[in-house]
T-cell receptor, first 114, second 117 residues
């Protein structure tokens, strides 16, 4: 089982609609969760992160975390063509020795249709 | 700060040759990560360092891969000998422990696109 799993897509969403991206993880000791956006040919950049159960909103983006279900999602409201990219879910864990590790899923390719 | 700097941006080499990828992390960051990205496998963690010390190299695919961090401002990833299946984009990222409550944000370099023919 992969540590972090995402549906590879592609996911097509009409402009103005809500895009919903999902991610599951296997390590119950994972402490926080990150969503990165990666445009084609570019490096990943952080959109937002969450570490408490529930929802966290930042502008048009909402991250949702359910640790019991080991599930994290990203909602994008009022989708714009500029949101078309690959979205990477990343899971963070600090070891008992204090070292930190960030593990990524394979990403979901999102296309916003004008 | 200029961000994480990787070189070269593109590398084309023949099978069997040695390849060295370079990374300069953001000044003051104490973690450095090497990732490899392919269409099939996504972004895979190869190895990471904390304060120049390798912590976890379980992602290094085989003995042909090695990484070093001789000081806080420089790291290399070496492949010797290279094979066509090593073709991928290699990213270096750095982070500062404790920068965010509950986690750490990794800042990525622009990547090195490696093609082994």
């Amino acid at each position: 089982q992969k540590e972090v799993e995402q549906n590879s897509g592609p996911l097509s969403v009409p402009e103005g609609a809500i895009a919903s991206l999902n991610c599951t993880y296997s390590d119950r000791g994972s402490q926080s969760f990150f969503w990165y956006r990666q445009y084609s040919g570019k490096s990943p950049e952080l959109i937002m992160f969450i570490y408490s159960n529930g929802d966290k909103e930042d502008g048009r983006f909402t991250a949702q975390l359910n640790k019991a279900s080991q599930y994290v999602s990203l909602l994008i409201r009022d989708s714009q063509p500029s949101d078309s990219a690959t979205y990477l879910c990343a899971v963070y864990r600090a070891s008992s020795f204090g070292n930190e590790k960030l593990t990524f899923g394979t990403g979901t390719r999102l296309t916003i249709i004008p | 700060d200029a961000g994480v700097i990787q070189s070269p941006r593109h590398e084309v080499t023949e099978m069997g040759q040695e390849v060295t990828l370079r990374c300069k992390p953001i000044s003051g960051h104490d973690y450095l990560f090497w990732y490899r990205q392919t269409m099939m496998r996504g972004l895979e963690l190869l190895i990471y360092f904390n304060n120049n010390v390798p912590i976890d190299d379980s992602g290094m695919p085989e003995d042909r891969f090695s990484a070093k961090m001789p000081n806080a401002s420089f790291s290399t990833l070496k492949i010797q000998p290279s094979e066509p299946r090593d073709s991928a984009v290699y990213f270096c990222a750095s982070s500062l422990r404790g920068r965010l409550i509950g986690g750490t944000e990794a800042f990525f370099g622009q990547g090195t696109r490696l093609t082994v023919v």
